[in-house]
């Protein structure tokens, strides 16, 4: 395409090989997909399945996805996002920890409800790590639409089965109807357990294992997200990516009611063992008298300590250090 050099590549899909380029006249680095060399139909199939592509993202404007600057039947210039994918950084630093899985599932949960809500749904069909690419700033982009497709309603099914195995919704193999935002939900569920756990998500025993016995430091509360996520009827799954992104926020919360009602019973326990100590080691007529006494001492140093405690409480749930995530 004239006015862009080519760079070095990027890798490649099962159509196109991705190229870092630059634009000659300002400099400016992009991404330039090129149909691969085919001769016959299956280069009829690159270029419809290229320009698809283009088609899809021609419409969008989202910080998180790449903006199409030109396009030819062979070639389209989209915006350079840099970064690494996080199937490459899984491959390098390992799994992530639950705060970052987090906050990595509620931004891409925030992109699918973009790409959902438009005048014509996109439904992106092979949402997975190696297509989500963590930018220097530690946000995230969704690259990649190759496979995207627009919702057609009344449509009994798709007319071209995409996906990644692994990562697939079961009606993504056909005869199950066209995929619908249910299906994207489903491979977020997938690549979400992926994050936390690095399981091969094409090793169905092991993706079961780790549902039904669980991942080391990681609550049940996210993987029981990912579990409806990845409920084999569509039905069962939860209903938008707007109820998945309520569910992400409202877990830092039960998570620190759950450390306050277990520190609350500590003090409780430890209230109650102090009373049966000072009650053990007082004898017959002598009770009475201690426990008023006692009582009388003590009743300052609870309220005290009671004051302590509801203080301790009041910052360890409005702790403005704290991370929040704002789920309007």
């Known amino acids: 395409m004239e006015g862009y050099e080519i760079i070095k590549p990027l890798g490649s899909d099962g159509n196109c090989n991705a190229f870092l380029g630059k634009e000659i006249e300002s400099g400016q680095l992009v991404t330039i997909k090129r149909c691969k060399s085919a001769e016959g139909e299956l280069d009829e199939i690159e270029k419809k399945n290229l320009f698809n592509e283009s088609r899809v993202l021609e419409g969008l404007d989202h910080e998180a996805i790449p903006k199409l600057y030109k396009r030819s039947p062979e070639e389209i210039v989209l915006e350079y996002v840099p970064g690494n994918s996080l199937e490459k950084v899984l491959l390098t630093k390992g799994t992530f920890a639950e705060k970052d899985a987090l906050r990595i599932a509620y931004e891409l ?12 749904p996109i439904i992106y069909r092979d949402l997975k790590p190696a297509n989500i690419v963590m930018k220097p700033d530690g946000h995230v982009s969704l690259i990649d639409y190759g496979a995207a497709r627009f919702y057609e309603r009344g449509e009994r099914a798709d007319t071209l089965n995409l996906g990644t195995l692994g990562f697939a919704a079961p009606e993504q193999f056909g005869y199950l ?13 997938m690549t979400l357990l992926q994050l936390v756990s690095g399981v ?10 780790y549902k039904k016995n669980g991942v080391k430091g990681i609550s049940q509360d996210l993987l029981g997200i990912v579990e409806k996520c990845t409920r084999a009827d569509r039905e069962d799954r939860f209903r938008s990516f ?9 877990l830092p919360k039960r998570k620190k009611l759950r450390k306050i009602k277990g520190a609350l019973k500590v003090m409780a326990l430890a209230s ?7 009650a053990g080691i ?21 309220r005290i300590r009671l004051g302590y405690a509801r203080l301790w ?5 409005f702790n403005e250090n704290d991370e929040v995530i704002d789920i309007e």
């Open 109 to 120: 949960a925030g992109i699918m409800r973009y790409l959902h809500g438009r005048r014509s």
């Open 177 to 189: 109807g066209q995929t619908d935002p249910r299906t994207d939900i489903f491979c977020f569920g």
């Open 200 to 209: 091969d998500t094409r090793d169905m025993d092991a993706v079961v294992n």
């Open 242 to 250: 707007k109820e998945i992104q309520e569910e992400l926020g409202a």
């Open 272 to 278: 109650c063992l102090s009373l049966i100590i000072s």
């Open 282 to 302: 007082i004898k017959g007529e002598e009770l009475t008298d201690y426990a008023t006494a006692d009582m009388s001492a003590r009743l300052p140093a609870v």
């Open 313 to 317: 409480i009041e910052n360890y749930l």
